[in-house]
């Protein structure tokens, strides 16, 4: 298992001023190497990633002397990303590799294992020295490799550690997870997760601020410093709401063994103009990410029911579908008779969380079927004492 341990770099205004050349010459290796290979394409060739580096380490001191002046790893690993870029391409995973622009994208470079050392707080880069980092690294393992990226004013340092498996530690308690805006995420259990909606209460100083960016004059000092403003409270909301997400994720793997949440179809619900920010804001796939990968680290089963699962239409009890409901219908109110939670009041992302976790358990095989609406009382009792 690989696992990666971001940290900040206090680099002096000298070594900032290298890390932005290196993260430069890997941007223009990048692009020229996506040039090439497209010219080659179109004359009927089949160019590699070798073959590419090749022909630019033959022109490269005639044409490129100034690629030399930083680290060797920011004009060589751009040829290997972009090989793994095409490769994830043909395999149906991503859109197809795009030049990179110096304004908007994201500037980064990478180290292999052999070209850094670490220290007591501190990274030692070629050609640059060593740079401060704010705390140590805090896994145990062999370093695979880092990667240096800029985000607003800060540069970081995200170092890839293998470490061994975890041994797996059984955790029989089961949980169906609701997730929306109204509240993040609602459990089988009861519990309610708010929503913060970091994004909406920084709305206002945000919009200042990009309205003092458009009113500085293009190229002056002024302006890059609006710019940095900006890109500061970005930073700053996105912090807050991965600090929430990582913090809930890691209580709930450490927590249940199985845990059951709704397959929604995020791309379709973000082209909704009225939802879209608010979607954004709550970062629902992030969130269904991280829970993944935490609890199959852990020894769990992470289960996704279908989008097309009416989770909130159905009692948990007795499988009474509740065919008219509006989304302004907040609690749910079972009308079967021979339900045991007939005319019980209960609130409907409550319901819904139960009915994911039974789903969830069914498709498991942990449970034969989902409680018909011709359930008995024992059956019911059943469902609730699964959570």
């Not at 580096?53 to 930083?70: A, G, L, Y």
């Not at 935490?294 to 020894?299: A, C, I, L, N, T």
């Given at each position: 298992m690989i696992r990666a341990h971001k940290i900040r770099l206090h680099p002096t205004p000298e070594q900032a001023t290298y890390l932005a050349r290196a993260a430069g010459v890997a941007r223009f290796v990048w692009n020229w190497a996506l040039a090439e290979r497209n010219r080659h394409y179109e004359a009927g060739e089949k160019p590699t990633a070798?073959?590419?580096?090749?022909?630019?380490?033959?022109?490269?001191?005639?044409?490129?002397?100034?690629?030399?002046?930083?680290t060797k790893n920011a004009s060589d690993q751009p040829f290997l990303d972009l090989g793994k870029a095409f490769a994830a391409f043909f395999a149906g995973k991503t859109r197809r590799p795009r030049f990179k622009s110096k304004k908007k994208t994201r500037p980064s470079f990478y180290l292999a294992n052999d070209q850094f050392e670490l220290a007591d707080h501190r990274v030692w880069i070629p050609k640059l020295g060593w740079v401060n980092m704010v705390e140590n690294v805090r896994f145990v393992g062999k370093i695979t490799g880092a990667r240096l990226t800029k985000t607003a004013d800060w540069w970081f340092i995200s170092i890839q550690v293998e470490m061994p498996d975890p041994i797996p530690v059984k955790r029989p308690a089961a949980l169906g997870l609701d997730v929306g805006l109204n509240r993040l995420a609602t459990l089988s259990t009861g519990e309610e997760v708010e929503n913060?909606?970091?994004?909406?209460?920084?709305?206002?100083?945000?919009?200042?601020?990009?309205?003092?960016?458009?009113?500085?004059?293009?190229?002056?000092?002024?302006?890059?410093?609006?710019?940095?403003?900006?890109?500061?409270?970005?930073?700053?909301?996105?912090?807050?709401?991965?600090?929430?997400?990582?913090?809930?994720?890691?209580?709930?793997?450490?927590?249940?063994?199985?845990?059951?949440?709704?397959?929604?179809?995020?791309?379709?619900?973000?082209?909704?103009?009225?939802?879209?920010?608010?979607?954004?804001?709550?970062?629902?796939?992030?969130?269904?990410?991280?829970?993944?990968?935490?609890?199959?680290?852990?020894?769990?089963?992470?289960?996704?029911?279908?989008?097309?699962?009416?989770?909130?239409?159905?009692?948990?009890?007795?499988?009474?579908?509740w065919e008219d409901m509006q989304l302004s219908d907040r609690v749910f109110l079972c009308q079967n008779a021979h339900c045991a939670y007939y005319q019980f009041t209960q609130e409907r992302d409550h319901n819904a969380a139960l009915n994911l976790l039974g789903e969830a358990l069914r498709l498991i095989g942990l449970v034969d079927q989902v409680v018909s609406g011709t359930g008995s009382d024992e059956d019911a009792n059943l469902a609730v004492d699964l959570t």
């Open positions: 070798l073959k590419l580096k090749k022909q630019f380490n033959q022109i490269r001191r005639e044409h490129f002397p100034w690629t030399s002046d930083v913060q909606a970091f994004l909406k209460t920084a709305l206002s100083k945000l919009r200042q601020a990009n309205k003092r960016l458009h009113r500085r004059k293009p190229g002056s000092k002024n302006r890059e410093k609006a710019r940095r403003q900006v890109a500061r409270l970005h930073y700053r909301i996105s912090s807050l709401r991965d600090d929430v997400l990582h913090k809930l994720t890691t209580r709930l793997a450490n927590c249940y063994g199985i845990i059951g949440i709704e397959d929604l179809n995020l791309k379709g619900l973000l082209k909704n103009r009225t939802l879209a920010r608010s979607l954004s804001d709550a970062a629902l796939g992030k969130l269904s990410s991280l829970l993944n990968t935490k609890v199959e680290q852990r020894g769990g089963q992470f289960i996704k029911v279908g989008r097309f699962f009416a989770s909130s239409k159905t009692c948990h009890g007795c499988g009474w579908k």
